[in-house]
């Protein structure tokens, strides 16, 4: 079933994706309504007969309709067709690819790569372990290439440091049939060391290429500042995730942290914007860290650094706490 081809189906399913409850088919009319899409009640109700027998969704007594795993799963699909070409669904590739294991600590996270002449090396280990102990990076385990392997390019007289990036949370959370979506991109105000407000921030929906990226190209972090004075300007993104998963997704947050990745700045409340960015109904927003942030901070001290974003995959037993090169 090809859900963009029936823009119906399509929307009834993103409707219940976001709802933490079964709905009916009055319900499903009026949330399409407000959508600006105008169906009759009894047609949704033969699309929904029609959904049901795809084992897309499943009908709880008469509470109404919920979507099933296969029908988030029909959905994530057609939401990627609809974005084609966009950074975004690059994104949902990576997180779906990578199968690290948050419990057993084993398993490919993808990462972000920084591309350095060699006399930079020890240089800029140094900086990027301040901003980790700034707590503005995904993790001090990293890996440093120092030549060219079947995983990544290196050119020759340069070396490649490996940094996790924000898309091992997203599989987290899927390892843990959390459904993350991610939806904002911006620059995260800081003051006295702590993460405040978002003062600027770009969809990823249809965005042909990283926003972050472009953040930091653009002179807007102060990634330094922030560092050494507690008040700055840092690359951060937010996804969100059902409401109801809330609960679960502190629990693998709190996993993470344990296994050294400690890039998630905020699990906000349902239906609450979180540091100024709007959340939709029914879903709850999650702030993390860029993955680049160090890299950004290695620019700002005028090393030359090729940023790399989601440049490949690393075993997570592959990587070396960043003290061991220091």
Do not use: W
Request: aromatic share 8%; net charge positive; proline share 3%.
């Amino acid at each position: 079933m090809k859900l963009v081809d029936n823009p119906i189906l399509y929307n009834i399913l993103k409707v219940l994706a976001n709802s933490d409850m079964p709905l009916g088919a009055k319900t499903i009319t009026e949330k399409l309504d407000e959508k600006g899409i105008s169906v009759k009640k009894d047609t949704i109700q033969y699309y929904l007969r029609v959904l049901d027998n795809a084992g897309l969704t499943k009908k709880i007594g008469l509470a109404g309709r919920i979507i099933s795993e296969k029908g988030v799963e029909e959905l994530r699909k057609g939401m990627l067709k609809e974005r084609i070409g966009s950074f975004i669904e690059r994104r949902e590739e990576y997180a779906y690819q990578a199968n690290f294991d948050v419990d057993a600590r084993n398993g490919l996270v993808s990462l972000n790569l920084g591309i350095i002449d060699e006399s930079k090396l020890e240089k800029s280990l140094k900086l990027i372990k301040e901003c980790i102990d700034a707590g503005l990076a995904i993790s001090p385990l990293i890996k440093v290439y120092e030549k060219t392997t079947n995983k990544v390019k290196i050119p020759e007289n340069k070396i490649g440091i490996g940094l996790v990036s924000t898309s091992v949370v997203d599989a987290a959370f899927i390892n843990y049939k959390i459904n993350t979506f991610p939806t904002f991109a911006g620059i995260l105000q800081y003051m006295d060391f702590e993460p405040i407000r978002f003062t600027h921030v770009i969809s990823y929906i249809g965005s042909s290429i990283d926003p972050i990226s472009l953040f930091i190209k653009s002179g807007l972090c102060s990634v330094k500042n922030a560092v050494k004075r507690g008040y700055g300007a840092v690359p951060a993104d937010v996804r969100e995730i059902p409401s109801i998963l809330r609960k679960r997704a502190i629990e693998v947050v709190d996993k993470l942290n344990k296994a050294m990745i400690k890039g998630v700045l905020c699990v906000g409340e349902a239906n609450v914007d979180v540091m100024g960015v709007p959340v939709n109904n029914y879903r709850v927003g999650v702030i993390v860290i860029a993955g680049s942030t160090a890299l950004a901070y290695l620019k700002e001290h005028g090393v030359d650094v090729e940023i790399r974003t989601l440049s490949g995959f690393e075993k997570y037993e592959n990587l070396e706490n960043i003290e061991t090169y220091l």
